[in-house]
């Protein structure tokens, strides 16, 4: 079993930045690619980044030159700091990451107030 347990969401102004972290635990051998999915009310769940293994990433176009994702291999945790956060971030954002079998997070819910 592999467990997900993410932090770091919250209210914050427009323009505001927050960081998500999110720490897989259990039996894990080796991860593949780690990743961030939002979903607002009304909306689908949207990929927001992911990394792979190697370090590549890709974003969605929404965030691209605000957000960043990183992971700590050595820790099995996945991060996205999100700058210049605007109204229109405001989701829950769910953990992603891929082993044998796709994981999700808990979700953590990011407010962003105009």
């Known amino acids: 079993q592999v467990q997900l347990v993410e932090s770091g969401g919250g209210l914050v102004q427009a323009g505001g930045s927050l960081r998500l972290s999110c720490a897989a635990s259990g039996s894990i051998f080796s991860i593949n690619a780690m990743g961030w999915y939002r979903q607002a009310p009304g909306k689908q769940r949207e990929l927001v980044a992911a990394i792979t293994s190697g370090g590549s990433t890709n974003y969605a176009d929404s965030v691209k030159g605000r957000f960043t994702i990183s992971r700590d291999n050595a820790k099995n945790t996945v991060y996205l700091q999100m700058n210049s956060l605007k109204p229109e971030d405001t989701a829950v954002y769910y953990c992603?990451?891929?082993?044998?079998?796709?994981?999700w997070g808990q979700g953590t819910q990011v407010t962003v107030s105009s």
């Open positions: 992603h990451v891929v082993l044998s079998h796709d994981y």
